[in-house]
């Protein structure tokens, strides 16, 4: 940037090329009032403030637990039950040691979770 201005300066030198007329901004603010058109003040209004209904405060309430209701039905249908049986393969898998959770299911819960490799190691050696 300065090297920009210094090619600026010894190119055209340092005068301004724009100048104002003199005497211009003496009587600049009362020309422009004068330019502006008048404007009647409004007159004063009453503004009736009315307090807030008492129903749309119960409408809200039942609204949310309405809301409530229905996300746990949801929750609760989408968790197996403990008296679902596992089918046979998960069962024999977790019988030879290994994971019935596969990687990609593992990485979304590790994101969802927002756990990366420093927290699980931290977290396996009891740090």
């Not at 004068?34 to 009315?50: D, G, I, N």
Request: with cysteine.
């Amino acid at each position: 940037m300065e090297r920009e201005e210094e090619y600026i300066h010894s190119k055209f030198g340092k005068q301004q090329p724009f100048r104002v007329p003199e005497g211009y901004f003496d009587q600049f603010a009362n020309q422009l009032m004068q330019q502006l058109p008048e404007r009647e003040e409004p007159s004063a209004k009453v503004v009736r403030m009315r307090p807030r209904f008492r129903w749309q405060r119960l409408a809200s309430v039942a609204a949310a637990a309405c809301l409530g209701v229905v996300l746990y039905n949801v929750a609760t249908r989408s968790l197996p039950s403990s008296s679902e049986q596992q089918p046979a393969a998960q069962v024999a898998t977790l019988q030879a040691g290994q994971s019935a959770v596969s990687q990609s299911e593992f990485d979304q819960m590790a994101d969802y979770a927002m756990i990366d490799v420093g927290d699980m190691y931290a977290y396996v050696s009891g740090n």
